[in-house]
């Protein structure tokens, strides 16, 4: 049974609009999540995170809210650029755990120009 | 470039053979992990290596193992391959006591079961 799920698995978006990709969990133990962005041939990288003592988190043109009642996150890209075009994968942990991140499967979004 | 270094990139080898991955962490990084990425999955975690000694242990099968050298360099074994071992296998690094935001990924070594 999957504890994070990505239920989009891809999500196409006009240049300068907003990307919102979303993020379920159902372990209620989980108490900091993260995103990560994969480009093709590379691994994933570190994108932005939040603990669960907040609901938002912001760096740049990413947010990451964070519904703990909802078991439920998003990120947020705006304005979005073509660069920004990679899968973003969702990640969860629980407190005190080391090498056991949950990361979901994924979802590839496109930014057209 | 994130500076872990992964190698083959890329693997094919039968059914029933045996194969064996290699990741050089970033420099001054104690802990490694490994992680699988199936084509319809997400990344799975496997193992977690501090300084040599096994951390903690994820979804990994019976059929593979790994080990950290005293160098820090780790290698993960598979064996008695099968179709489904067939997957994108990462490795990742940080220093001891790093928050998540500083695992630091490898390239992806992909192998392909036939």
């Known amino acids: 049974d999957q504890q994070v799920k990505q239920n989009s698995p891809s999500l196409s978006v006009q240049e300068g609009r907003i990307s919102i990709l979303n993020c379920d969990y159902t372990?209620?133990?989980?108490?900091?999540f993260l995103w990560y962005k994969k480009y093709p041939a590379e691994g994933p990288t570190f994108l932005i995170s939040?603990?669960?003592?907040?609901d938002k988190n912001e760096d740049g043109r990413f947010t990451v809210f964070l519904n703990k009642s909802a078991k439920h996150l998003s990120l947020h890209i705006v304005p979005s650029q073509p660069g920004d075009s990679a899968v973003y994968f969702c990640?969860?942990?629980?407190?005190?755990?080391?090498?056991?991140?949950?990361f979901g499967k994924g979802t590839k979004l496109s930014v057209k120009p | 470039d994130s500076g872990v270094t992964q190698t083959p990139k890329h693997l094919i080898t039968a059914t029933g053979q045996r194969v064996t991955l290699r990741c050089s962490p970033r420099s001054g990084d104690l802990s490694v992990y490994w992680y699988q990425q199936s084509l319809d999955q997400g990344l799975q975690f496997l193992i977690q290596?501090?300084?040599?000694?096994?951390?903690a242990k994820g979804n990994i099968l019976e059929r593979f193992s790994a080990q950290q050298f005293p160098d820090l360099h780790s290698e993960l074994n598979l064996s008695s391959l099968e179709l489904g071992d067939s997957a994108l296998y990462f490795c990742?690094?940080?220093?001891?006591?790093?928050?998540?935001?500083?695992?630091?990924f490898g390239e992806g070594s992909w192998l392909t079961v036939v």
């Open positions: 990640a969860a942990s629980e407190g005190g755990s080391q090498g056991n991140l949950i």
């Open positions: 990742a690094s940080s220093v001891e006591g790093a928050a998540w935001n500083t695992i630091y």
């Open positions: 290596y501090y300084n040599g000694e096994e951390r």
């Open positions: 939040i603990s669960s003592i907040k």
């Open positions: 372990n209620s133990m989980f108490d900091y």
